[in-house]
């Protein structure tokens, strides 16, 4: 059953439709644009990565111009997921915008959990909406049901993070392949006479965070994680039979479980947080990371390596093209908020181009075109022209994005993660994966 036709061919034609054209930074009237909302709390749930900070400090610029007061709460990312989901079966009026990951979108408009944008933007000075100024690659994100649900206000893009000062000191060059990458794990962690610092660390950990990283490698592999989805597909939906036991699929988990012993102690439980902190202590020499984490790896306060990373393209195997994983997170209406003006008032303030850019010189991450060519933004932020390149070679429907996302992704992650500690073959494993997921997808009826 074809239930989901959301390719960002859909996106464009919506942003033609409503008249929207690309936007650069420009100072709004937002005394005249914005209501009053003196004496009420807008309250947002979001994810606890490290754009929150930044979140948090440009609030009260908002409080300045409405008389409205903003809470930030954030969460871990199963547990946000977790709540949210529960807060909509309730009809929970407690947040009124919700920081949804993107691939929960299909899940979270058949639960009617959120209300869509599009009529909102369609009555919006275009200028402000700026919608075909977001990088493609994340836009397609915020769309379900051929309709825009949510504003894709913080994408995230994979680059390898490396550590220019070990790579210099032994001359090495930066890995663009499969194969590259473990020769040089290896020798960092065998060879290079150090025993304090690893070759790579990945997410191996059961569950979301080894399920995950399937999705993010398969494709840079040459593989496809169901029949019709693979970069460029018309329609990644259209044939959804599992490919989690193909060639190329074992043969992706076998070099995780290569990998594990040129990672740091304890890796086979690492997931972002633990692969994040390796980096920023210094305890190994590349890691393929989140770029929303970037900034922190030069924060002296906490980071170890400051002046000696840098960043390049997500590798692929040999003769394959990179395809960096997206990802990110979209900016929501709850659909039971009792403040429902107050939200989309603060949603399409934030979202600007003009505010957008305040975000990123703070620390978020940038998601527009005008941002990523930002000539102060690229002096604060130099990774950015390799995030850019990153963002335009990257597939939107990197992962599932329909109501069995979260299971089907834990599900596959735990089958890669017993593959990785050794209680079933890479092949076992995988098998496992693809008839249980198989399963899941004829139960909800995404498969005959």
Known sequence: MNRMRNTLKGATALALSLGIVAGVAHAEDWDAELGDHSGKTL??????????????????????????????????????????ILGCSQNDDQYDVLFVDGIWVGEFVEAGCIDPVQPLVAETDAGIIALDDYIESFAGQAYWDGQLQCLPIAGYWHMLHYRTDLFEEHGLEVPQTFDQLMAIARFFAEEDGDPDVAGMAMNF?????????????????????WESNYPGSSDAYADQTPLFNSPKAVEMIQFFKDMVPYGPPGVEQFAWDERANAFTQGKVAMINNWSVRTPLF?????????????????????????????????????????????????????????????????????????????????????????????????????????????????????????????????????????????????RAGYLE
């Open 298 to 442: 030069t924060d002296p306060d906490i980071s170890k390596v400051t002046d000696n990373f840098d960043v390049a393209m997500f590798p692929h195997a040999d003769g394959e093209q990179s395809v960096p994983p997206v990802g990110g997170w979209i900016m929501c209406v709850n659909a039971h908020s009792g403040q429902k003006d107050a939200a989309w008032d603060f949603m399409k303030w934030f979202a600007s181009p003009e505010i957008h850019k305040q975000f990123v010189l703070l620390g978020g991450p940038p998601s527009r075109h005008s941002a990523m060519q930002d000539e102060e933004i690229i002096a604060a932020q130099p990774w950015v022209p390799t995030l850019y390149e990153s963002a335009k070679a990257a597939w939107q429907e990197l992962r599932p994005r329909h109501s069995m996302t979260f299971e089907m992704i834990d599900a596959l992650g735990l089958q890669v993660n017993r593959a990785i500690v050794g209680d079933a073959s890479p092949q076992e494993a995988m098998d496992e994966a693809n008839e249980n997921i198989t399963r899941m997808l004829q």
């Open 205 to 225: 950990q059961r569950g979301s965070a080894a399920g995950q990283q399937f999705f993010e490698w398969i494709y840079s592999a040459g593989g496809k994680p």
């Open 43 to 84: 309250r947002i749930q979001t994810i606890q990565d490290p754009f929150i900070d930044a979140l948090k400090e440009i609030g009260p610029s908002w409080t300045a111009i409405t008389g409205a007061d903003v809470t930030v709460e954030g969460f871990g990312y199963d547990p946000l997921h977790e709540k949210q």
